[in-house]
């Protein structure tokens, strides 16, 4: 329960990655900004794309689930995410046998 985002805020917050995540998120940005009529836009966004390193499209073939849905400053989120949904299954188990305090908690 704690490991999971304790690791994913390892991984995310090394500086190298913080650079990796500011590049996928311009370019992210770009694609999402493309018109499907546009065909200049469109070709924008694939340049935006391939413009990222082989090293930082692995990175976000792995990890961008984590931060895509969010601004670029609080990527970070989804770890507060995944320790609410944690708390949340720790309650209802450790809680099991007595209703009044697991539903108050």
């Given at each position: 329960m704690i490991g999971i985002p304790v690791g994913i805020y390892l991984i995310l917050s090394r500086p190298k990655a913080k650079h990796m995540i500011s590049q996928i998120t311009r370019a992210d940005a770009v694609a999402r900004t493309a018109s499907p009529d546009d065909k200049e836009s469109i070709i924008e966004a694939h340049k935006a794309r391939g413009q990222l390193s082989d090293k930082t499209q692995a990175f976000s073939t792995?990890?961008?689930?984590?931060?895509?849905?969010?601004?670029?400053?609080?990527?970070?989120?989804?770890?507060?995410?995944?320790?609410?949904?944690?708390?949340?299954?720790?309650?209802?188990?450790?809680?099991?046998?007595?209703?009044?305090?697991?539903?108050?908690?």
């Open positions: 792995s990890y961008a689930f984590l931060f895509l849905g969010y601004k670029s400053e609080l990527y970070l989120w989804e770890i507060v995410v995944l320790a609410r949904k944690g708390v949340l299954s720790l309650i209802g188990v450790a809680f099991s046998t007595d209703p009044r305090t697991q539903v108050s908690l």
